[in-house]
């Protein structure tokens, strides 16, 4: 059964909490995809999501070289940035072969502005970052029976942020 729940993330911090704690907790073949207005906290997310899978590397945004990959953590992380991409391009990437699993190594998959996407991944976990004053508010949505048990103990002290 598909599950959807919001958080309220009062600081950066806590954005980058949820992303520790997910990165944490996810499994290889997980894809997050990512949405938010500029400035909403998708890379603070997934600096915290790259520490949660205990990547040493510097998180930065892939928004010039679109996808940067991290092998040194329990994971390996696919972080891509479809900012700068118009439609037709982002289909010329191919990141079906990051999702599938097939052509790299099986691990998590977190797309920056992924609304831009045409072909979605089987079953992602969207996570929607939008601004609310100088708070964020995160709606996780899961429908992958994995990603919903995994969103029902999603503790919330344990990313100092405030159940909606």
Not at 34 to 42: I, N, P, R
Not at 82 to 92: C, P, V
Not at 119 to 144: D, V
Not at 150 to 164: G, K, N, Q, S
Request: net charge negative.
């Amino acid at each position: 059964m598909p599950l959807s729940l919001q958080r309220i993330l009062p600081h950066a911090h806590a954005t980058q909490a949820l992303g520790i704690w997910l990165g944490q907790q996810l499994n290889a073949g997980s894809t997050l995809l990512l949405k938010g207005d500029l400035g909403s906290g998708k890379t603070t997310f997934t600096k915290g999501l790259g520490a949660g899978l205990r990547i040493l590397d510097t998180i930065d945004s892939p928004t010039f070289t679109l996808i940067n990959e991290y092998h040194c953590g329990r994971l390996p992380l696919y972080h891509v940035d479809l900012y700068r991409l118009e439609e037709g391009a982002i289909d010329s990437l191919w990141l079906e072969a990051y999702w599938d699993g097939i052509e790299f190594a099986p691990g998590i998959v977190a797309i920056e502005w992924a609304e831009r996407l045409r072909y979605l991944p089987p079953e992602p976990l969207t996570i929607a970052l939008t601004h609310q004053g100088n708070q964020r508010l995160a709606t996780l949505s899961a429908t992958k029976p994995a990603h919903v048990t995994l969103l029902e103990a999603l503790p919330t002290d344990a990313i100092l942020a405030d159940e909606v």
